[in-house]
């Protein structure tokens, strides 16, 4: 099975193509850009680099959620039009969860996190099992602090990461000294291989045309929208 796996979730841009479990090529920018500019290109320039047709991928894989509003969107849209028109499966993964993959051999939990702004964060907690990642707390939008509340009652090593944990570090040392916060650089960046990889291993959706990305808060525009709207059958995201 040839996979191509998209993440478009915050800054970084990371495309992989996996073949069979082997890597055929990946592109990882991590420089803030347009994603709706770049994202198309550094498909086909990966395509071109590995002499592979698209025609020729079996299944796309997204990371769907939790993260950036439009980053989300762009990604998703992407994976769904090339799905679509391609006759591939599509798969959506945790953009989290492919942060917490990353991590190799870590004992106890791993607890990747995005800032969602105001001391709000978005956040899981993961750990390894016999060489799978498994999903110990589901993903979050939470408050810093009530996360680190939550954290205490696991007797076990704790590893944040992710590149926003940096922004968090004095709440975490005061509320959880013992914790740990990554330094391997690679492991805090969304990677396309690891997305591809994760998809391989999950049922694709059913409904190609109402896939859509976990957001897990609304954004402000939405929230006004609700103020002065009945939600009904009609949904804010399908009114845009």
Known sequence: MITLGIDTANQTLAVGITEDGNILGQIQINKKKNHSVSLMPAIEQLFQAIELEPTEVDR???SDGP???????IGV????????TLNKELVGVSSLQAIAANCVNVEGLIVPLFDARRKN??????????GEIETVLEDVHISIVELLDQLKQFQEPILFV??????FTTEIEEILPTAKINHVLEWNLPNGITIATLGSKIEPTKD??????RYLKKVEAEE?????HTPGDESYVEKI
């Open 60 to 62: 796309i894989v997204v």
């Open 67 to 73: 993260g950036s509003y439009t980053g989300l969107r």
């Open 77 to 84: 849209t992407t994976a769904k039009t090339l799905a679509y």
């Open 121 to 130: 964060v978005y956040a899981g907690v993961y750990r390894q099992r016999e």
């Open 162 to 167: 992710g590149v926003d944990v940096q922004k």
């Open 208 to 213: 190609i045309q109402n896939f859509l990305p």
């Open 224 to 228: 006004k929208w609700l103020e002065t």
